[in-house]
């Protein structure tokens, strides 16, 4: 079964899907729906009617643009899908990009090289710090 990809939003529920089944946390769906449709861009790919990977870009369009939600069922990983998203995700960023503005993300444990392939360099380096992530649990007080 070929999977096609195309510029679609996920409903919250499949996004949901899609997170657990590569055992990453799953959000509200009030708050999925919220946060979706403000990507930049954001592809799909379908096998029939079923939404089997996705991927997105968030950010301002032009300075900075941020990779996310880069998956894939399991069941129709290595089959070339995460590929094709991440050439439509590229695409769309190249075309919005200017010079030396930052396109991001923050690879899973073990997928760095995934991306190499894309030009994204590993941090830390002689030059950058570590990238840093919060995982919001409520008020943060500074210490
Ligand atoms: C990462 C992921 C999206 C790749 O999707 P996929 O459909 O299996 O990838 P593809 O079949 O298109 O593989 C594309 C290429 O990347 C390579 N590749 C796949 N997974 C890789 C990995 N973990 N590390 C390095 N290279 C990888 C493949 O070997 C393939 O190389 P080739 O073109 O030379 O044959 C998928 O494994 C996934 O959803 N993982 C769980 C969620 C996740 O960690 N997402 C990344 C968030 S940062």
């Keep these: ?5 195309k510029e679609l939003l996920p409903s919250p ?14 959000y509200d769906t009030a ?7 403000k990507s930049l861009f954001c592809v799909c790919a379908c096998c029939d009617d079923r939404v089997v990977g996705m991927a997105r870009v968030v950010g301002d369009a032009t300075l900075v643009q941020y990779v996310q939600d880069v998956v894939v069922l399991p069941e129709f990983q290595n089959r070339g899908i995460g590929k094709s998203l991440m050439d ?3 695409a769309y960023v190249g075309a919005h990009a200017t010079d030396n503005s930052v396109v991001g993300l923050m690879s ?3 997928k760095e090289s995934f991306y190499e392939r894309y030009g994204f360099v590993r941090r830390p380096n002689e030059q950058l710090g570590s990238g840093m ?11």
Aim: charged fraction near 20%.
């Design 31 to 37: 708050a999925v729906a919220l946060s979706l449709p």
């Design 108 to 110: 899973a444990k073990g």
């Design 1 to 5: 079964m070929d999977a096609r990809v």
């Design 133 to 143: 992530t919060l995982f919001w649990k409520g008020t943060v007080h500074a210490r």
């Design 13 to 26: 529920e499949e996004y949901n899907t899609l997170r657990a089944a590569v055992g990453w946390g799953t």
């Design 88 to 90: 439509a995700v590229m």
